[in-house]
């Protein structure tokens, strides 16, 4: 499938990040460098640069590499590399490669925000919205803000966004990442009147089209690859010369399955009755992304879900009126309502299969990232059509998280149900009742 690039992106500054040599520290070798490497390696970073300068993402990676490898304790020679991977399309290297940037330089927002970029395209939403809290003083708030939208919270992005725009010094991009916010949270109405403020109708009405197509990707890496301008690629993982503990090798990291990615200490919340076999999940197919045309000057913010129905479009020749903006920003925001977390009450009565089974999907930081999640699983797999998620919230160690399921089968059902979805390149395990409620997302 092939995915039109649109003119819009996490900032400025994350684009230049992601692709565009924004590292150009000093290079400071270490005590046993020899000056000939320090050239060499610097000679090699050079032409990395250029190479992503000319968007050719694999001549990037091959300069880059070379000079890690001559130079692995410089984090900006790291950083560079990681910019080669993303455009490259390789994932899941970018990703090792970020985290070892930011291990050897702490607190740079440039390296965290990529790396949240990454783990996003990894389908690593918990990780993310980490990277992006524990790196929260060092990533400005509109990137920081898109990030969050793109790691499945668009609520939690609103209310950090809507502040900020209120303020007489909000700029376009602000503006607009809000916007998309509103949008991915389903808030159509108000996306289009903040949206409005910078752009004509005709092309407020173009944007809205935009983001309503990008609000429903194929697969877990489509809105970071589109943000980019990539083409995702089959990924062998960083060389293990290029680790940065040398003891412990580097690979590439298994395919994080599709919206239902479940990192090791939220398994954790899982019950304890043994899941059932449901068989192997077939591969995800790569999308093709068309090449990245001229980004336009007001840039503008990505990300992945909607969780109301998408926006209906006048018809041809209705003469019913945009919402239109208000003059000012302040004024704008104004009228824009901070968003309230979804909850979840007494649950109502579904009519679902008789039996004790559910499929689990996931357990995540709240309710409104779960809803989030099964929006994009539902999608995703249209076995879940008629089926109404469940749920439950539960403390692990202190930490409260909230459990996404879909049952009332037998168990045969629950795990006909679980394989067809793995099928699909989702992740899923059946267990028993364990005091999951049918769910009512309150909007």
């Known amino acids: 499938m092939k995915s039109k690039r649109l003119t819009m992106g996490l900032s400025a500054v994350a684009l230049c990040a992601a692709l565009g040599g924004i590292y150009q520290g000093a290079a400071l070798a270490g005590s046993k460098s020899s000056a000939v490497d320090d ?30 490898e001559l130079r692995p304790q410089i984090a900006d020679y790291r950083a560079v590399l990681g910019q080669a991977y993303l455009l490259a399309g390789r994932f ?24 949240a970029l990454a783990q996003i395209a990894e389908g690593d939403w918990t990780g993310a919205r980490q990277t992006l809290d524990s790196n929260s003083g060092s ?7 898109l990030a969050m939208a793109l790691a499945g919270d668009p609520i939690s992005a609103v209310n950090l966004l809507l502040p900020v725009a209120k303020q007489p010094g909000a ?16 808030r159509w109405q108000d996306a289009r009147m903040v949206a409005g403020m910078d752009l004509s109708p005709a092309d407020t009405d173009k944007r809205i089209t935009e983001w309503a197509a990008f609000a429903r990707p194929a697969s877990r890496y489509d809105q970071v690859a589109t943000l980019l301008g ?28 599709v919206d239902a990615y479940m990192p090791k200490a939220q398994a954790e919340v899982a019950v304890a009755s043994a899941p059932v076999s449901t068989g192997t999940a077939a591969p995800v197919a790569v999308a093709s992304v068309a090449p990245a045309p001229t980004v336009s000057t007001v840039v503008f913010g990505p ?41 979840t009450p007494g649950a109502a009565k579904v009519s679902v299969s008789k039996g004790n089974f559910y ?26 059509a008629g089926h109404a998620p469940t749920g439950m919230s539960v403390t692990v160690k202190g930490k409260n998280f909230y459990r996404l399921s879909v049952g009332g089968f037998d168990r045969a059902g629950a795990a006909q149900l679980c394989a067809s979805y793995r099928a699909k390149g989702g992740t899923c395990f059946v267990r028993e009742n364990a005091g999951d409620q049918a769910v009512s997302w309150k909007k």
């Open 39 to 68: 050239k060499a390696a610097a000679t090699d970073i050079a032409k990395a640069r250029k190479a992503l300068a000319d968007r050719q993402g694999n001549d990037a990676v091959r300069w880059a590499e070379a000079a890690v």
């Open 92 to 115: 899941a290297s970018a990703r090792t490669t970020f985290n070892d940037a930011l291990t050897l330089s702490p607190g740079d927002g440039k390296v965290a925000l990529n790396l």
């Open 139 to 145: 990533i400005p708030v509109s990137d920081r803000g």
């Open 171 to 186: 700029d376009a991009k602000l503006r607009q990442n809000l916007a998309l916010s509103l949008a991915l949270a389903g």
């Open 230 to 257: 990539v083409t995702p690629a089959a990924d062998p993982g960083q060389p293990v010369a290029l680790a940065l503990n040398a003891s412990t090798p580097v690979v590439a990291s298994a395919p994080a399955p």
């Open 303 to 343: 990300r992945a879900e909607v969780v109301q129905p998408l926006p209906v479009q006048p018809a041809v020749g209705s003469k019913a009126p945009l919402i239109k903006a208000p003059k000012t920003a302040i004024k704008a925001a104004a009228f824009v309502k901070p968003m309230a977390a979804p909850t």
């Open 359 to 384: 499929v689990q999907l996931g357990a995540y930081d709240s309710t409104g990232v779960a809803r989030d999640a099964w929006a994009r699983a539902s999608r995703a797999y249209s076995g879940f």
